[in-house]
């Protein structure tokens, strides 16, 4: 069973979207339903006050209750919401990022040995990471990638590359990206959000675009070359890695990107990275 299986299955036990939550307004609650208003509680009010949103303002703060729903909420948003206003898509990207960032602070290390299964090298990749180098760090990712799994004449790893890959190299990787960007790249954050927004390893054209939003690869419409990613601490959570300039490590389209995404998220947990 896939980690998105896990996901999903844990949400939909633990969940039932068509109750109000603590934050919705109910007849008897503590919460104060809105001035002139009448309110639906659970996932249908939400989907009410998505559709009614007029201003910006209104919208904002749909989106905002819709994501305390987890997928179901964030589906509704790309659905009904139209995210191409820069001020509104800026909001869901971060609400989305700082729900994945609370997840990966929490397990942040300090110090770690730079273990390698392959006996790789991987101060170079902490000294670019050390020195805020995002842009050769994201280069250097990649590379490190295809020599671990012996892909360089490809320039791209696949699922099955993604499965074989040593879990110990993989945990080098992800925490030096963790460390030195504190939680806001890495391979974790990026799955946190796949799985907040697609979470499928069939090809998905919408759930990747959603992906894509989120980690701001894709934006205003369009998706960002990769020289024209931010290779700052100021992009979106889970903006890198991206995979170098090229194909890089099979994040280059829908079609490879859902199945490898969903194959890193498996292989994330079944190493225990978090």
């Not at 997840?103 to 730079?114: A, F, G, M």
């Not at 280069?139 to 360089?152: F, G, K, N």
């Not at 460390?179 to 799985?195: A, D, E, P």
């Amino acid at each position: 069973m896939t980690e998105c299986k896990h996901f999903l299955n844990k949400t939909a036990m633990s969940e039932n979207f068509k109750q109000p939550r603590e934050y919705d307004a109910v007849l008897g609650g503590q919460v104060p339903p809105p001035k002139d208003g009448v309110v639906l509680g659970g996932i249908e009010g939400v989907k009410r006050r998505l559709m009614g949103a007029t201003s910006l303002e209104q919208q904002i703060i749909a989106v905002e209750e819709a994501l305390k729903y987890g997928q179901a909420g964030t589906k509704l948003v790309f659905q009904i919401v139209n995210t191409e206003s820069e001020k509104l898509e800026f909001t869901v990207s971060s609400l989305l990022g700082q729900q994945a960032l609370a997840k990966v602070q929490s397990h942040l290390h300090s110090d770690i040995p730079l273990i390698s299964a392959v006996d790789l090298n991987y101060s170079r990749l902490e000294n670019l990471l050390a020195s805020r180098k995002w842009k050769d760090a994201d280069q250097e990712t990649a590379s490190i990638m295809l020599r671990v799994c012996d892909r360089q004449p490809q320039g791209f790893l696949d699922p099955s590359d993604v499965e074989k890959f040593p879990c110990e190299d993989l945990n080098t990787i992800e925490t030096l990206w963790q460390k030195y960007s504190n939680g806001r790249f890495g391979f974790v954050v990026q799955t946190h959000i796949w799985q907040m927004v697609g979470c499928t390893s069939n090809p998905d054209w919408e759930a990747w675009c959603r992906f894509g939003k989120g980690v701001g690869w894709f934006s205003q419409g369009a998706w960002r070359y990769w020289n024209d990613l931010r290779f700052d601490l100021s992009a979106n959570v889970g903006h890198l890695p991206r995979g170098g300039a090229f194909i890089g490590w099979g994040l280059g389209d829908f079609w490879t990107g859902c199945r490898t995404l969903s194959a890193l998220a498996e292989k994330l947990a079944n190493c225990k990275i978090a």
